[in-house]
């Protein structure tokens, strides 16, 4: 099988690896506040956090950053994939 040459194809996969990454920040973000109201000692939802709001905001910070991240990293790379087979 040979890898896409297309930037909109591999623009596609990254995008769908770096979606792949957010999501499991997301779920590490919501277990862990899990543990901490759920688990002794109990303490409040947004727990590290002041509020509720700043939660959400740490939450999409987090979401945004490893999506970022994931999403050029791995664009880049099959950018050099093809690059150096083609050469």
């Known amino acids: 099988m040979r890898w896409p040459r297309s930037k909109?194809?591999?623009?596609?996969?990254a995008l769908a690896i770096g979606l792949t990454a957010a999501a499991n920040e997301f779920a590490r973000f919501?277990?862990?506040?899990?543990n901490?109201?759920?688990f002794g000692p109990?303490?409040?939802?947004?727990?590290?956090?002041?509020?509720a709001n700043s939660a959400?905001?740490?939450l999409a910070r987090n979401c945004s950053i490893a999506f970022g991240l994931v999403f050029a990293g791995?664009?880049?790379?099959q950018r050099?994939?093809?690059?150096?087979?083609?050469s």
């Open 8 to 13: 909109s194809t591999q623009a596609v996969i």
């Open 30 to 34: 919501a277990m862990r506040s899990f």
């Open 36 to 38: 901490k109201y759920y």
């Open 42 to 51: 109990h303490q409040a939802y947004p727990y590290p956090y002041a509020d």
């Open 56 to 58: 959400n905001l740490a």
């Open 74 to 77: 791995a664009f880049v790379l």
């Open 80 to 86: 050099l994939i093809t690059k150096r087979k083609s």
